[in-house]
């Protein structure tokens, strides 16, 4: 098959796309459950238990990312491979299951939209280069971070520091940045939120976010550069801002309850990767 044609390219990788979002709605749902499970069993052997100390099944049933197969979360029916299929399942399911005919959320199709867009935009802007194949690890990590973040207010570690690392790897070879301009991207991004963090903290004596967020600022600016961090940082803060007002008087969201700052990162790190240097220099000529 031709990939050096860009209708192709765009094509392919839009399904590979809509077929990574199935992936990633798994990962979206398991990952938070594993990591809470591990955390539980490590308390109960801090504690001097064991790991039977911990509520028995079907709390602990065994489950990984892949295993067992994916289940309707109302009547734990099987899901079977003609209702997975990305989004067309969803359409001619009409967002029920097929078993209990109860309504599944349309995010599940969302996240597969959502991700197939992504990757075909990917392959427009970059063609059939290296720099695609690493992007599109880029993205697919942010969108299972932004939905894990919205659902848990967690930044898993399972995935942010992997990708600092590959951030660091890829730009060994100058994909996107210098590997200097990364390795001082990924300590600046998370030395700016850390000291956020910790200015908020002695003035107000609350924690304003996360370490998670310090570590997928450390990853951005691994992977784009410290000069994209300022754009980054502007962006997320600009839209947080408008966001959190907006729940506020809106949806009246008490100023009290959290909001999670990971999305608008993951957001502002994918402008910064597809416009970030235009951005930068039109912030720049501005000031």
Not at 26 to 48: K, N, S, T, Y
Not at 165 to 187: C, E, H, K, R, S
Request: glycine residues 10%.
């Amino acid at each position: 098959m031709p990939l050096n044609d860009p209708a192709i390219l765009v094509a392919v990788c839009t399904l590979l796309g809509l077929l990574i979002g199935s992936f990633l709605n798994v990962v979206i749902h398991r990952l938070p459950i594993m990591m809470e499970r591990d955390w539980r069993v490590q308390c109960a052997e801090f504690a001097g238990g064991t790991a039977d100390a911990v509520p028995p099944a079907p709390t602990f049933e065994p489950l990984s990312l892949v295993s067992p197969r994916s289940r309707c979360p109302h009547c734990s029916r099987p899901v079977r491979a003609l209702e997975n299929i990305p989004i067309l399942s969803y359409l001619l399911l009409r967002g029920r299951c097929k078993g209990c005919g109860k309504s599944i959320s349309p995010r599940y199709p969302l996240v597969e939209a959502l991700t197939g867009l992504l990757f075909g935009y990917v392959a427009w802007r970059y063609g059939a280069t290296f720099a695609t194949a690493c992007a599109l690890f880029f993205v697919a990590a942010l969108v299972a971070l932004t939905f894990i973040d919205l659902d848990t207010q967690l930044l898993p570690d399972d995935i942010t520091l992997p990708l600092l690392w590959a951030g660091l790897l890829i730009n060994v070879g100058n994909t996107f940045t210098t590997l200097t301009d990364a390795v001082i991207g990924a300590a600046a991004g998370y030395l700016v939120l850390w000291s956020v963090y910790w200015l908020f903290k002695l003035v107000t004596g609350k924690e304003g976010m996360g370490y998670g967020d310090f570590k997928l600022l450390a990853a951005i600016g691994a992977w784009l550069g410290w000069q994209l961090l300022p754009v980054v940082i502007l962006l997320s803060s600009l839209v947080g801002a408008v966001v959190g007002i907006a729940l506020i008087v809106l949806a009246r969201h008490g100023r009290n309850v959290p909001i999670p700052f990971g999305p608008y990162l993951a957001a502002a790190g994918l402008i910064a990767l597809f416009w970030g240097k235009h951005l930068n220099q039109t912030y720049l000529g501005v000031l």
